[in-house]
């Protein structure tokens, strides 16, 4: 159970949990705020300013706070705010217009785990072009070095080593194998401040594209296949949030979402890694 591992963490390493709070807080609140107000600033756009009227097209978190999905944001990593209210009959395209609504708060994410992902692949980039390569590492003089090791491209870094392609997969091992020594410690956690607000919103927006009311994927199913009444009356919702909390005490809904995102991490580290080797990096 993950509250276990977490607890035993905490027990272990209270340190290392507060510290990891700390930088994954700010770009957690950052992203499911943009979600949220993606979803006014698109629904003012097809003709209802019922957000905007009531402050929501805002990055305030305070604006958006919802108690239990905000717990289930900083335990977990995935979670939800108070839905935006949106009044459907001022739409000018009645479920064309929904559906934009609905796919604003992801495609907001989407776009926020690209742009971060560039600014946090490209420290790795700037970082990589500052480490030295021995081809062997018995004659290396540096604390961090490339070399090849055990068959495959390696950075060395202290008693440690990794493939150049798990780094770039696994973008959190840069932090303290790469980042640090090469920028120094407080670069270091800046460096997992944008890894923790690129990795929440790929987990967010995979997350909300699952479809189960009241989150986003339901909508977007409905607008497109099922074509029932715009917002599941409160027993349908009742059970949906009932699912999604037997899902998350049961692990299983961490591991599809982990399954998911490492995916795609994969896939875009080795992109970098391809655009790197062409470029002479590595």
């Known amino acids: 159970m993950y509250i276990n591992t977490l607890i035993q963490q905490l027990i272990a390493d209270p340190r290392g949990v507060l ?11 950052l992203a499911i705020s943009a979600h949220e107000a993606a979803h006014g600033w698109v629904a003012d756009r097809c003709g209802d300013p019922t957000a905007r009227l009531m402050g929501r097209v805002s990055l305030n978190p305070l604006k958006h706070f919802d108690l239990v999905g905000t717990i289930c944001l900083l335990l977990f990593g995935f979670g939800w705010a108070k839905p935006v209210p949106v009044n459907p009959n001022n739409f ?5 217009d929904d559906l934009k609504v609905s796919l604003a708060g992801i495609t907001m994410n989407l776009l926020l785990f690209l742009t971060g992902g560039l600014v946090m692949y490209a ?13 062997y590492s018995s004659r290396a003089t ?4 490339r070399t090849v090791y055990s068959g495959v491209d390696a950075l060395v870094s202290g008693q440690y080593w990794v493939s150049i392609s798990d780094l770039l997969a696994y973008p959190s091992l840069a932090a303290d194998m790469l980042i640090a020594p090469v920028f120094g410690e407080v670069w270091s956690y800046v460096y997992q401040m944008i890894y923790y607000f690129v990795s929440v919103n790929l ?7 699952i479809p189960v009311p009241p989150l986003d994927g339901y909508h977007a199913l409905n607008d497109l296949v099922l074509k029932r009444p715009l917002f599941a009356d409160q027993k349908a919702q009742g059970i949906g949030m009932a699912v999604m909390l037997v899902l998350v005490a049961s692990g299983l809904l961490n591991e599809a979402l982990n399954w998911v995102t490492d995916g795609v991490m994969t896939g875009a580290g080795r992109a970098v890694l391809a655009l790197m080797r062409a470029a002479g990096i590595v």
């Open 142 to 145: 540096a604390e961090v070095f």
């Open 203 to 209: 987990v967010l927006a995979v997350f909300n594209l």
């Open 92 to 96: 000018r395209n009645y479920r064309g």
């Open 123 to 135: 420290a790795i980039w700037a970082a990589m072009g500052q480490v030295s390569y021995f081809a």
């Open 19 to 29: 510290l990891f709070f700390l930088l994954a807080l700010p770009g957690r609140l």
